[in-house]
């Protein structure tokens, strides 16, 4: 969803600048909407490397420690 006020105020800023600024502009706003990290394809190397016991104590910490809410830990 795009805010038209903040597209605006961008286009206006853009406007203010010189061609190489702008340049730089349109070169950092292609850096954040591009993809980061890696294909998942490529992780498919590591399937089957940890030991199944492991998993399961990965697990069930999760279901302990991740599912549990601790109101008082914000005060």
């Not at 795009?2 to 605006?8: A, E, P, R």
């Not at 016991?53 to 697990?59: C, G, R, S, V, Y």
Request: glycine share 4%; aromatic share 6%.
């Amino acid at each position: 969803m795009v805010d038209i006020s903040l597209k605006q105020q961008i286009l206006d800023q853009l406007d203010r600048l010189d061609t190489d600024k702008q340049r730089q502009v349109l070169e950092y706003a292609q850096r954040l909407s591009t993809p980061q990290g890696v294909p998942g394809e490529s992780l498919f190397r590591f399937i089957g490397l940890i030991p199944t016991d492991d998993l399961e104590k990965m697990a069930q910490a999760i279901e302990e420690d991740c599912e549990n809410i601790d109101l008082d830990e914000w005060d």
